[in-house]
């Protein structure tokens, strides 16, 4: 198993930082990838035509390893979720009556245009409700997510691992399901591609939509997008001069061409080539690979695991294991927990956690040690007695 990576971040070592998820802090090594890049607008006579290109090319490839998919050109680059799912709708016509399945309290990003498109056709957003009681509520709601797909289902659009508690969805079901009724699956993977294992070539979602600035490790303002072949022929919402054929022809791009560049690449966002982030994306991915998200979530679990159990003990609810991640746990807060002097405790602490409802989210990684789940409990032992 993995150790502890503390030695490759600058994380203070009185921090106990559980909050990946709100924005996961830099590994040196991307840090001194984003300065040197930076540095190199000081020299802009030392960028060459070639800059604009083969860098992106190399982020697009160590990316796609990542998500398990040899074909790179089918990934763009973009600025953030909401742009890539607004270039996901801008091509998806409906019938009035045509439903769109979304999960309760998904993400916003993954949101705004479904409803904009919805509204557009007459069309209805499907919302599928987390099980309020009981046990299993994850496994629940996933068999309720599989018991909506039906002839009038046009589109799924969901999330691998729920932002707010961490809920696992089965996409290789839902991928069957929809599969049946034609209908595409839409993914955001912003709260598990890095961290937790991600295959295009087995779930085949028709456009997987992720953010770099969590799990992947990078920069804010950078993601990438995939997309199946349902989108090859679509429409991009901006006309970036390096998405058309011949853009490598510098003194040529009068020549105005009609025809895109191959797989996604009509899709990417006007500057795709960031001379800073790009580099820094690259440095952070490839570490992921070597380290493994199976990796992260075996040590995400050994980690947490005792503490955990002890929340249980104390009247906070955890989703079982089956069915639920190990770097993005929700745990649910028992009423007779003062949640502003929780709050007080791990400020005084320095524990950085979420608050999202009535749930802690807690969302650690390789910088994260178990005593950082010791000192969690110690205040909420505190607090208790
Ligand atoms: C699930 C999910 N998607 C997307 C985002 C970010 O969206 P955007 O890149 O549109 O700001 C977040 C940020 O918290 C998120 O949790």
């Excluded at 705004?112 to 919805?118: D, Q, R, T, V």
Aim: glycine share 4%.
């Amino acid at each position: 198993m993995l150790n502890n990576q503390k030695d490759k971040f600058s994380l203070p070592d009185d921090v106990s930082y559980l909050n990946t998820s709100y924005m996961s802090p830099l590994l040196k090594a991307v840090e001194k990838a984003g300065i040197a890049a930076l540095q190199t607008k000081n020299t802009p006579f030392a960028i060459s035509p070639n800059d604009f290109f083969e860098p992106v090319e190399t982020v697009k490839k160590t990316y796609a390893k990542l998500i398990d998919t040899t074909e790179y050109n089918r990934i763009a680059c973009i600025p953030s979720v909401s742009y890539g799912i607004a270039c996901v709708t801008n091509n998806i016509t409906l019938q009035p009556g045509d439903e769109i399945i979304v999960i309760e309290d998904q993400f916003p990003s993954n949101y705004y245009s479904w409803k904009k498109l919805a509204e557009t056709y007459n069309a209805v957003i499907k919302t599928i409700a987390k099980p309020k009681d009981g046990e299993q509520k994850a496994k629940r709601w996933n068999e309720a997510v599989l018991n909506a797909i039906t002839d009038k289902t046009k589109v799924v659009a969901m999330c691998q691992v729920h932002w707010a508690d961490g809920s696992l969805f089965n996409l290789m079901a839902i991928r069957e399901k929809t599969n049946i009724y034609k209908a595409l699956l839409i993914i955001d993977g912003t709260q598990s591609v890095g961290a937790f294992p991600f295959s295009v070539a087995k779930i085949q979602p028709d456009a997987l939509i992720c953010a770099t600035y969590k799990w992947l490790l990078g920069p804010y303002a950078f993601g990438f997008a995939y997309f199946g072949a349902y989108f090859d022929n679509g429409s991009p919402i901006e006309e970036s001069w390096v998405n058309r054929v011949d853009s490598e022809d510098f003194s040529g791009l009068t020549n105005y061409n009609d025809n895109y560049k191959a797989g996604a690449n009509r899709y990417g966002m006007g500057e795709s080539a960031n001379f800073i982030s790009v580099p820094m994306a690259t440095q952070a991915i490839n570490q992921i690979l070597e380290w493994t998200p199976e990796a992260i979530q075996e040590y995400c679990y050994s980690i947490s695991k005792e503490a955990l159990n002890e929340l249980e003990e104390l009247g906070f609810t955890i989703e079982d294991d089956a069915h639920r991640a190990h770097h993005l746990i929700g745990v649910k807060i028992p009423d007779f927990i003062d949640l502003e002097a929780l709050k007080k405790q791990f400020s005084e602490r320095k524990i950085f956690v979420s608050f999202r409802g009535n749930y802690i989210r807690l969302s650690p990684h390789l910088y994260s040690v178990k005593a950082d789940f010791t000192k969690l409990v110690q205040c909420i032992k505190a607090l208790i007695d």
